[in-house]
């Protein structure tokens, strides 16, 4: 195996472990959706509750607030795992734009190669013809 196809390989190995790790991050963001939607299921029961009972009325305010703070804090946790999952997004581009580069450099590679070898092939063919005129001369 050449350099290149073992660079070829680290960069693949590297733009997949990039990938998974997005991956985990795009789990955790939904995770974090999740949350916030049963929040939400959470605050239409507790306004049915109040609806039906005046004492629960009476502690709706105080649920109301503390319920803010805590959407508030779920939407940074999940502003913030955003900003993971971009970062995560430029991580795996960049080592998908060297994984190309990589390709590239292999395929340039084996066409200066071939073209190498193609070359040799003449020049013993030529040496070939040569020989057999010379012996034809004598």
């Known amino acids: 195996m050449s350099q290149f196809e073992q660079l070829i390989r680290l960069r693949t190995w ?35 509750a109040a609806a039906g009972s005046l004492e629960a009325r009476r502690t709706l305010e105080a649920y109301m607030s503390h319920f803010k703070s805590r959407v508030q804090a779920q939407d940074q946790r999940i502003e913030a795992k955003r900003r993971e999952i971009d970062a995560a997004n430029e991580e795996v581009l960049e080592s998908y734009q060297e994984l190309c580069k990589a390709e590239a450099v292999l395929d340039e590679h084996k066409t200066r190669e071939a073209e190498r070898i193609g070359r040799l092939e003449q020049m013993e063919i030529d040496e070939i013809a040569l020989n057999m005129m010379k012996q034809r001369r004598n």
């Open 14 to 48: 590297e733009l997949d472990e990039k990938r998974r790790a997005m991956g985990v991050l795009l789990q955790e963001e939904a995770g974090l959706l999740a949350e916030s939607e049963a929040m939400q299921r959470e605050l239409d029961r507790e306004k049915q």
